[in-house]
C-alpha cells in the first residue's frame, strides 16, 4: 500500500469580496510509497506551496482526497488534527522555524513534550539522532550562537524525532550556503537509505537531482515525472536541467 495517495486534488481561492477566484491546483494525482525520496518542482505560482499546504494539513483541498497510510486527512477532526501531525508528520522548512529563546536540545524535544513525553524518553530518542547528524557537542547552545547549516541540521533533528511516516521539506537549502546545502542534501540521501520518506518542494535543480523522483508541477497539475534509475547525481540535474526548459518554453509532457 501506498504512504501517502493524492487524488484529483483541486484547490480555488476565492478573493476577498469575492469577485473572482483563482485555481491553484487542478487535477493533482500522484503516490509516495514508503522509503521513497520525492521533490516537487515548478516556477513560482505553480501551486506547489498549496500542494505541500495541503499534505501538511495546513490548508483543505477544494475537491479531491489526500489518504495518509489510507487514512483520508479530510476526515480528521479539527481538534485531533494537532496530534496527528505530530504523530506522523516531521516539517523542514526554508528559515528553520527554531525559537531562539530555546537551546538547540529544547528545540528536537518540542512536539515530544506537546506529545506529554517524559525527559528520559525524549533523551533517549535524541542522542542517536543528534550523533548521525553532527550536532551533538552544540545541543546547549542557542540558534543564534550557530551557523545556518547547524540550525537546519537541528530542524532536521526535530523532524525526526517524533519518528514521523513522512517528512516534508519547504525549500530546505533555500536560505543555505553552498557548503551547507550539499551537507544538508547528503544527509537527506543518508536518512532516506536508512528508510525515511522523504518529500521536499524546491526550486534548486541540485537539490532535486538528490530526490529518486521528480514531479514537475506546471499550472496546478503534475506535468511530468523523472526517475531516477540508475542515473548519477549529475546525469539527474541534467535531465531536470532539461525538463525545467521545456516546462517554461511550453512543451508537452
Known sequence: MSLLDVKNVKKIYTTRFGGSQVQALRDVTFSVEPREYVAIMGESGSGKTTLLNILASLDKPTG???YLKGRDLST??????????????????????????????DNIYLPL???GKKHEEMS???????????????????????SGG??????VARALITSPQLILADEPTGALDSRASDDLLELFTKINQEGQTILMVTHSVKAAS????????????????????NMTNEEMYQRIAETLTVLSTGGDR
Not at 547547524?150 to 530542524?155: D, L, N
Not at 521528480?214 to 506535468?223: A, H, M, N, Y
Open 64 to 66: 479531491g482526497k489526500v
Open 76 to 105: 480528521i477532526r479539527d481538534r485531533e488534527m494537532a496530534a496527528f501531525r505530530r504523530q506522523n508528520l516531521g516539517f523542514v522548512f526554508q528559515d528553520f522555524n527554531l525559537l531562539d529563546t530555546f537551546s538547540l536540545e
Open 113 to 115: 513534550v506537546l506529545a
Open 124 to 146: 533517549k530518542k535524541l542522542m542517536p539522532i543528534a550523533e548521525t547528524l553532527g550536532i551533538t557537542a552544540l545541543l546547549k547552545k542557542f540558534p543564534y550562537e550557530v
Open 150 to 155: 547547524q540550525k537546519q541540521r537541528t530542524a
Open 210 to 229: 538528490h530526490a529518486k523522483r521528480v514531479l514537475f508541477i506546471k499550472d496546478g497539475e503534475v506535468f511530468h515525472q523523472l526517475y531516477r534509475g
